[in-house]
């Protein structure tokens, strides 16, 4: 396979995953959907079960603000299927 070729099968798929991204962002923005404080750091101690490693590894591993946006994706999908109406 040659970087061309590769670049050419993967690029709709990756125009499409920025599309979906951007879209949920602005739903997150639109519907107010943020995470707390005490929800970040119960994420961190679940991961850390997950990993097996100290908060605080895995506070180097995974960024505050890695975890926040993932989070906040994470809601915003979960409100999106709630909502979802299936014809």
């Known amino acids: 396979m040659t970087p061309e070729s590769f670049v050419d099968q993967n690029r709709e798929r990756a125009i ?3 599309k979906a991204n951007l879209a949920i962002k602005k739903i997150a923005k ?3 959907i943020e ?3 005490e929800e970040i750091a119960k994420k961190y101690e679940e991961l850390a079960e ?3 490693k100290p908060i605080d590894e895995v506070k180097k591993m995974i960024s505050e603000d890695a975890l926040k946006t993932d989070m ?3 809601k915003t999908i979960e409100l999106l ?3 979802a109406k299936v014809k």
Do not use: A, D, I, M
Request: hydrophobic share 40%.
């Open 16 to 18: 499409n995953q920025v």
């Open 30 to 32: 639109l519907e107010g």
């Open 35 to 37: 995470v707390s404080e």
């Open 50 to 52: 997950v990993y097996k």
């Open 72 to 74: 906040v994706v994470e």
């Open 81 to 83: 299927v709630s909502s």
